[in-house]
C-alpha cells in the first residue's frame, strides 16, 4: 500500500476516557475488541476504554507501556503496543501488533514489526516476547520445544516465522461453564479440605487488607519465577505494599472486581496458595481466572485444587449472570491442567508464546 495512506499515530494516554484528547484511547479499544473478536469468534475479551485505562497510566513505575494507533487512509485498523519492564537489568520487550483481518497482505504488520525493533532496541532491550492466539485449523503444525502442544502454521505464525521469532511455548485457553452443574466442585472442595489439613482459607475482594499485603504481594513475586516459562525470559519481579496497591487499583480504577481465594498455612500464618477470579463492568460478560500458584515449598497438599474449588463456589454465588470462567495455562503445565480438568474447564483455544533474540 501507498506509505502515505498508513499512520503509526502515537497515543497519548488521557486522564479521563470522556475528555476530547481520547478519541485515539477509545478507537485503539474499539479496534482492538474487534481484532478478538475476529480472531476467536466471540467477546469474551472484550473490554471498555474505562476497563483498560488504568492499566496505561504513565506513572507506573515497573513498567512502560507504549501505543500506537494505526490508521490506513485515515481509517483505524489496528494497534500496536511496547511494554518494556522496569527491573533492574532487563532486556526483555513485550510486543503487540494486532491488525483487524482486512488489513492484512499490506505489509503493514512488517512495517509495525520494524518500528517496533526499533524502539526495543533504543531502549537497550534484546529479547522479544508476544503471545498470539492461533485458531483451530487443518494442515501443517509446529510443536515448541518443550514437546508440549502445537499450532498450526496460520498466517500469523508465518509472518512471525519470516521475521525471526520462534515459537518457545504453547498456552491452553479454557472454560468453564458458570452455567452448569455444579454439585462436584463442593466433592472437589472437600477432598482438598481433607487433604490440606494444617491449612485454612481466606477469601477478599480488592482492595487487599493490610493483614494480607505483606504475603499476597509475595505470592505475586513468585509468579515471575515459579510458572512454567519454557524458553521464554522473564524478569524476576519485586513486589511491595507499594506495588500491590498499584495492582489493586488497575482494577478497581477500572471498575473491575476480583475476588481472591488463598490459603493459610495455620502453623506459622504464611500465605501459601491463591487463586484470582475478576470480572469487567458488566455483570453478564465472561468472568477471567487471572493468576494462581501454590509456593514451592506448600505443594503436594491439593492446595491448588482448594483455592480454585473454593473460589468458583463463591464465584458463582457473587455472579450468577457470568456466563463462564476463562483461564490460561502452559501446556506443560500437567499438574495445573489435571486441577482444571477435574473442575470442569475444557480446552476452548490455543496461544502460542514466541520469542526473538536481536543481534
Request: charged share 25%; proline share 6%; hydrophobic share 40%.
Amino acid at each position: 500500500m501507498s506509505p502515505s495512506t498508513l499512520e503509526f499515530h502515537p497515543i497519548r494516554v488521557p486522564g479521563s476516557v470522556h475528555g476530547d484528547d481520547a478519541a485515539d484511547f477509545r478507537d485503539m479499544v474499539e479496534v482492538r475488541n474487534r481484532v478478538y473478536r475476529e480472531i476467536s469468534g466471540h467477546d469474551d475479551n472484550r473490554t471498555t476504554a474505562e476497563e483498560i485505562l488504568p492499566v496505561y497510566r504513565p506513572d507506573d513505575p515497573h513498567e512502560r507501556r507504549l501505543l500506537w494507533l494505526v490508521r490506513a487512509a485515515g481509517r483505524p485498523v489496528g494497534r500496536l503496543g511496547i511494554d518494556l519492564p522496569l527491573e533492574a537489568g532487563s532486556r526483555s520487550a513485550y510486543l503487540l501488533i494486532e491488525l483487524a483481518r482486512d488489513a492484512w497482505g499490506r505489509g503493514i504488520g512488517s512495517a509495525a514489526e520494524t518500528l517496533l525493533v526499533d524502539v526495543a532496541r533504543r531502549e537497550g532491550r534484546s529479547i522479544l516476547q508476544t503471545w498470539v492466539e492461533h485458531p483451530a485449523a487443518e494442515g501443517e503444525r509446529l510443536t515448541p520445544p518443550t514437546g508440549y502442544g502445537s499450532v498450526p502454521l496460520d498466517h500469523a505464525a508465518r509472518f512471525l516465522l519470516r521475521h525471526g521469532y520462534t515459537l518457545e511455548q504453547v498456552i491452553r485457553v479454557s472454560a468453564y461453564d458458570l452455567h452448569g452443574p455444579h454439585e462436584h466442585l463442593a466433592v472437589l472442595a472437600e477432598h482438598a479440605r481433607a487433604a490440606a489439613s494444617g491449612y485454612r482459607t481466606v477469601q477478599w475482594e480488592l482492595p487487599t487488607p493490610d493483614a494480607y499485603i505483606e504475603g499476597y504481594a509475595w505470592m505475586k513475586s513468585r509468579m515471575s519465577t515459579d510458572a512454567p516459562a519454557a524458553g521464554l525470559v522473564v524478569d524476576e519481579e519485586i513486589w511491595d505494599a507499594d506495588r500491590l496497591r498499584a495492582h489493586d487499583a488497575q482494577y478497581l480504577d477500572g471498575g473491575r472486581r476480583v475476588l481472591v481465594t488463598a490459603a493459610v498455612h495455620v502453623a506459622t500464618g504464611e500465605l501459601c496458595a491463591f487463586n484470582e477470579l475478576a470480572i469487567g463492568q458488566d455483570p453478564t460478560e465472561a468472568s477471567h481466572q487471572e493468576d494462581t500458584l501454590v509456593l514451592t515449598a506448600h505443594r503436594g497438599h491439593r492446595l491448588g485444587m482448594l483455592v480454585k474449588a473454593e473460589g468458583l463456589l463463591s464465584w458463582r454465588e457473587r455472579w450468577p449472570g457470568s456466563p463462564r470462567v476463562i483461564t490460561y495455562n502452559a501446556e506443560e503445565n500437567r499438574p495445573m491442567l489435571d486441577i482444571n480438568e477435574a473442575l470442569g474447564f475444557v480446552p476452548r483455544a490455543y496461544e502460542g508464546a514466541w520469542k526473538k533474540v536481536l543481534g
